[in-house]
């Protein structure tokens, strides 16, 4: 261990180049996110752009960042300014009050929908080295019926907390803190309750910002053209078998190591090591500190252990083509079976997911039109385990891409910001199967792989092959940018149908929204009704 850890280190200090500190998070969303898109991924840059949330005080990105946060047109405090904003020598604090509240017609299901959550959110600076920000958020909805259907199946408002039914209606709450540290120009040390999201693309097969937030603690190296992350997790799993009075817990750890290697190519390294707290048997594991050093992938070292942790490697890439289009992709790898595999014979034992998009800014060289066009598929079985405790997820919900495994899906994004006026528009297709006829079909990674419906012959959309077609449009007026206050409106269309039944939603949404944080709609379906 001694040698290695030794060997790493001398490997971090010969490939360290000369980078300024960072230590301001933005809060992860696509839909904020894409507005940088054309820093981000610009031929004149090597932005470390697959591991997010990024650092928004890097040079490379903080002219465009602040020109988002200060908006010309309205003045004042309102408009411009966090609601408390204090500025001092040695330090900043910030706080507001965050209103979202939608009202909406479910014209297909012939029902009125609203959300209301009512948050608040405080932060700051000390110094140059250390941040922080605290969110809590009290939330109460009525759910269309896909999105209650989801909520009844999993316990679990999507992305957020436990859903408690008061009659017709949902509520939830939930905290989301970090405190991030940067005691020098080469390392970052962040600690909290939050997600992590992996890749370029707007879903994540190796690991996503859907799950609910999370603890955990994060190592984050910038070493010139290397970014290295690693991070120990701790998750609740309400699905499985009980062993005690409480959810059962779970542990995780997760490296990736992003390389640029020159301004239009960059390749990514990720595995990630998933472990119980107790076994089935009720017998107390705890945290395994073999899974504490920083540096080495995990995957061959639990492999020489013999452990029977869940274990998943995955590569990352981005190319950028012109700057205006840029290639990406990324491979989940999560079970391997040489023989069967090279042979497609379509074994159970081989789970695997990948993922191709286009993205780019300025589209037609239209200042600020952004667009991304991506294609992800899971095999059957990705990401379920021999016990359902160790299987990929947090909290009730994929930590990968939301529908589970057993899919292929084609998405679509266009994005476009004019002064405070915000477009978006996005068309997604998915193909699967669900479980039926009470058979394990490898949709549901809840369920245990080890009894599957067929060891052989398995395909994408086995089970009750469903297609679905979700489209969504928004327009969003923007008040104020440090805390994404805005008016919007938008309309939404889904439709899920296979040989059982035939869902519909059509939706006109109206409200007035704030915070970063990503909330997904644009769900499908895990079981049958």
Partial sequence: MKKILLTSAILL???????KAQSVYQPYSYQFYQKLDADVYSTKTRVHS?????????????????????????????FNQHQI???????????????????????EGKRNTNSGSLGLQLGGTVGSKFYY???????????????ATYTN????????????????????????????????????????????????????????DYASPYPFLKLTATLGNVKYMAMWTYFNDPLSMKVDNGDRKKFGVFHYLDWNVNNRLSLGFFDS???????????????????????????????????????????????????????????ALDEFEAKNFFSSNGSARNKYGWQFGFRGANLFSVQGLNYLLETNNVKPYTYSERSSVINYSENGEPLAHPWGANFREVVGLLN????????????????????????????DIFQVYVDPARAFGNYTGQGLTTNMIYLEGKVA?????????RFELGGLYRSEKNSEFHDKTGMITLGIRSSFRAIYNDLASYKTH
Avoid: C
Avoid at 85 to 104: E, H
Avoid at 133 to 147: F, K, Q
Avoid at 311 to 319: D, E, H, S, V
């Fill in 273 to 331: 090591i998933i472990w119980a707290a107790k076994d089935d048997g009720g017998h107390s594991r705890g945290f395994d500190f073999t899974y504490l050093n920083p540096i080495t992938f995990l995957r061959p070292l639990e492999a020489t252990n013999g452990s029977p942790d869940n274990a998943m490697i995955g590569l990352t890439a981005k190319y950028k083509l012109t700057d205006g289009i840029t290639a990406y992709g990324q491979f």
């Fill in 50 to 78: 697959a591991l997010k949330p990024q650092f928004v005080d890097d040079s490379l990105l903080k002219q465009h960042y602040d020109s988002l946060m200060n908006i010309r047109g309205f003045k004042g405090r309102f």
């Fill in 153 to 208: 199946q999993t316990g679990i408002a999507p992305g957020q907390a436990y859903a408690g039914i008061y009659g017709n209606e949902y509520r939830w709450s939930y905290i989301t803190a970090l405190a991030s540290f940067t005691p020098n120009k080469y390392l970052n040390i962040t600690a909290g309750r939050d997600k992590t999201f992996v890749g370029d693309g707007y879903r994540s097969l190796l690991l996503s």
């Fill in 416 to 443: 476009y910001s004019y002064k405070r006026f915000d477009y978006s528009f996005e068309a997604d297709y998915g193909h699967y199967g669900l479980d039926t006829d009470y058979m394990n079909f490898g949709k």
């Fill in 13 to 19: 200090f010969l490939i360290s180049g000369i980078v």
């Fill in 133 to 147: 920000n605290v969110s809590a958020y009290e939330n109460r909805a009525v759910l269309p019926e896909y999105l």
């Fill in 85 to 107: 904003d204090i500025k001092r020598a040695g330090y900043t604090f910030y706080t507001d009050l965050l209103p979202d509240f939608n009202l909406s017609r479910d014209f």
């Fill in 477 to 485: 007026y923007l008040i104020n940018p440090k805390y994404n206050l």
